[in-house]
């Protein structure tokens, strides 16, 4: 069954007054248990700032701070295992009411073979 990947960036959430985050937080998280309930939760969660981001490089080097080439962060996500994009829109339309801010809809691709193979055993 497909999995799809359910975001928003940094920033979306800009809009929202301080005292209104416990219960978007509220809303966010009966979502997700709805999700959980329904058994298409695979995982997610926030994200922190930018600025605690770092960057492994191809040589294995560890560098602070976001790839400066990036201009949008991912805020916070949600993977869902649903039978069809229609499905995940219906996830993603809850959680955009739930977080207060649009979300975007993006399917995986397919494991190569060997994963899904040693995935099956496990």
Not at 39 to 66: K, M, W
Not at 112 to 121: G, N
Request: glycine letters at 10%; hydrophobic letters at 50%; aromatic letters at 8%.
């Amino acid at each position: 069954m497909p999995q799809y990947l359910i975001s928003f960036n940094d920033g979306a959430m800009g809009h929202i007054p301080e005292a209104d985050f416990p219960a978007v937080g509220k809303a966010a998280a009966a979502a997700v248990l709805e999700a959980i309930d329904a058994g298409v939760f695979i995982f997610g969660g926030g994200l922190l700032e930018p600025p605690s981001t770092t960057i492994a490089a191809t040589d294995g080097r560890i560098t602070a701070g976001p790839n400066p080439a990036h201009r949008d962060f991912i805020g916070g996500f949600t993977i869902v295992e649903v039978p069809d994009r229609e499905a995940a829109h219906r996830w993603a339309a809850k959680i955009a009411a739930a977080c207060r801010c649009a979300q975007d809809v993006r399917e995986f691709m397919p494991l190569p073979p060997a994963v899904a193979a040693r995935l099956s055993k496990a």
